[in-house]
């Protein structure tokens, strides 16, 4: 069963809501804002081993506690810093993800001098296989595991598949032209 359809099998009104919401205005379309395309890849991340449910629930929260997903500035946290995260109830509260939060703003701030954005590093790199991306990615980024590289590629429209092609949503980020239809 695809996203598309598992959201009207959800038992609550409260719960449909939050994944149709993500669904029509988020999930697949293109994101062009280095901020939201780490912002995505922390969500993404910190999701592994729990339900999207819960980082939806708690989205509001992690832009809070990580600074907007501001790239310098949650690249420069102190000790201080992961205090405050490993404190925040608001957030998931693994010493992994957030580690793997700092070091891969870091990196970013490396991709983006070399390449002068985060996002055009992803482009330099989008006739990749899902394969070869998740090499990539396990190799420049810390805490990036196939499901991740997957959901995160899917998500920000590097990979096909985030919508069925019956899913009137699948038109409209066609329209958007993503980097998979380019290939």
Request: charged fraction near 25%; include cysteine; glycine fraction near 6%.
């Amino acid at each position: 069963m695809s996203y598309c359809t598992a959201i009207e099998s959800m038992q609550s009104e409260e719960k449909k809501a939050l994944h149709r919401n993500y669904h029509n205005n988020f999930y697949g379309f293109p994101l062009h804002d280095d901020s939201e395309l780490f912002c995505r890849l922390i969500l993404e991340i910190n999701q592994a081993g729990l339900s999207w449910e819960t980082i939806l629930k708690k989205e509001a929260s992690f832009r809070n506690a990580y600074s907007g997903f501001d790239i310098q500035k949650v690249a420069a946290y102190t000790d201080a810093d992961r205090t405050r995260l490993l404190a925040d109830a608001g957030i998931i509260r693994n010493k992994l993800k957030i580690e793997a939060a700092i070091e891969n703003a870091k990196v970013i701030l490396g991709l983006q001098a070399e390449f002068g954005s985060f996002e055009k590093w992803l482009e330099h790199h989008h006739h990749l296989t899902k394969e070869e991306w998740v090499k990539l990615f396990k190799k420049t980024f810390r805490f990036t595991g196939g499901e991740i590289v997957n959901e995160f590629l899917m998500s920000t429209g590097y990979l096909p598949g985030a919508h069925a092609e019956t899913c009137p949503i699948y038109k409209e980020i066609l329209k958007q032209k993503p980097m998979w239809a380019r290939r």
